[in-house]
């Protein structure tokens, strides 16, 4: 069975601050996909980032970027120079590679909302 | 770009009636899904379709049944609408490298 935790329900940072969202998974699978989404205002989420499990390079995109960790089971994902437009609700969830009834099967943690502050 | 509609923003429904929540997608995607988010319980999977007509449970399908006769287009369907029914609810379909769009959900209240 999967499993995740973000430990963080709410975040409130001042606009231009750094701040980092924690994720971490329990999974028996060996290989798995890593999602983080974002989900704003409007209600729409929208797809971040794809981490495989047998990866564990960090990744950066522009103000974002990822830190996996298998060992400690934790993805988390830091924004630099936070702006007001980064107020979403953020999701961090596994998914298994194989097995067709489990494509598309993400396990979705309870999210953590973060404020920006003007 | 990849559309996922879903037909109402906001419904409101009476205990007891039957509710129709439509989800279309132009992608011809074949895996689609229903979740449900509430707060602090993040979102949930209720139901999901990997083809027409097939269709799996979630984690959490007790109250609800789906329909999946066209590829493009997913039902969920509360037969008897209930309180605790109450949320928002977000169907999603799946391209590919495993990554699911959504739609803007339906904030569903049942009174």
């Known amino acids: 069975a999967q499993k995740v935790t973000q430990a963080q329900t709410e975040i409130s940072v001042v606009e231009k601050e750094d701040v980092t969202l924690d994720c971490v998974y329990e999974t028996r699978d060996t290989t798995y996909y890593l999602f983080w989404y974002k989900q704003p205002p409007s209600g729409e989420l929208v797809f971040l980032i794809r981490r495989n499990s047998f990866d564990e390079q960090n990744e950066i995109s522009g103000r974002y970027s990822w830190n996996f960790q298998k060992s400690t089971s934790s993805f988390n994902f830091t924004i630099t120079a936070s702006q007001v437009v980064d107020s979403a609700v953020y999701f961090c969830?596994?998914?298994?590679?194989?097995?067709?009834?489990?494509?598309?099967?993400?396990?979705f943690g309870q999210g953590t909302t973060l404020q920006v502050k003007p | 770009d990849v559309k996922v509609t879903q037909s109402s923003r906001y419904l409101v429904k009476r205990t007891g009636e039957k509710v129709f929540l439509e989800c279309v997608q132009d992608m011809d995607h074949e895996n689609m899904f229903w979740y449900r988010q509430d707060p602090g319980l993040g979102l949930r999977l209720i139901y999901f379709s990997y083809d027409v007509k097939m269709k799996e449970k979630g984690d959490i399908p007790e109250g609800y049944s789906v329909s999946r006769e066209k590829k493009e287009r997913f039902s969920l369907i509360l037969e008897s609408a209930s309180t605790n029914q109450t949320s928002m609810y977000l169907c999603a379909s799946l391209g590919g490298n495993e990554k699911l769009f959504f739609g803007s959900g339906t904030q569903l209240s049942v009174l």
């Open positions: 969830a596994p998914v298994r590679v194989h097995g067709s009834s489990n494509t598309g099967k993400l396990i």
